[in-house]
């Protein structure tokens, strides 16, 4: 079982910078493949970045490429997107996702969430 607790959303200017942090509990962090989505009001969820459990892959969203960047620090047990060049339509609900498994997209492959941290992005 994995606890998941995002922390660093906020309001923001457009072309600002905002990190995420998502924090996990258990001793089995470091094997699970993590990710990152959002959700805004009205829309799916929708996948932004994935990190596997070493650190060694990542995928990003077209939408978010060469502006986010997801790493993990697997001895603090916490995964982090940092967010560059922020937009407007960046403005969603950010959830972080663990799953004991390869790296994935899909939000239905992933087992455990967070309750999601809210980044608004002012134009």
């Known amino acids: 079982q994995v606890q998941l607790v995002e922390s660093g959303g906020g309001l923001v200017q457009a072309g600002g910078s905002l990190r995420l942090s998502c924090a996990a509990s258990?001793?089995?962090?470091?094997?699970?493949?993590m990710g990152w989505f959002r959700q805004a009001p009205g829309k799916e969820r929708e996948f932004i970045a994935a990190?596997?459990?070493?650190?060694?892959?990542?995928y990003y969203a077209d939408s978010v490429k060469g502006r986010f960047t997801i790493s993990r620090n697997n001895a603090k047990n916490t995964v982090y997107l940092q967010m560059n060049s922020l937009k407007p339509e960046d403005t969603a609900n950010y959830y972080c996702?663990?799953?004991?498994?390869?790296?994935?997209?899909?939000?239905?492959?992933?087992?455990?969430w967070g309750q999601g941290t809210q980044v608004t992005v002012s134009s």
């Open positions: 258990g001793r089995t962090f470091s094997t699970y493949a």
């Open positions: 990190i596997s459990w070493s650190g060694v892959s990542s």
């Open positions: 996702a663990a799953r004991a498994s390869p790296i994935a997209t899909r939000s239905s492959d992933y087992n455990y």
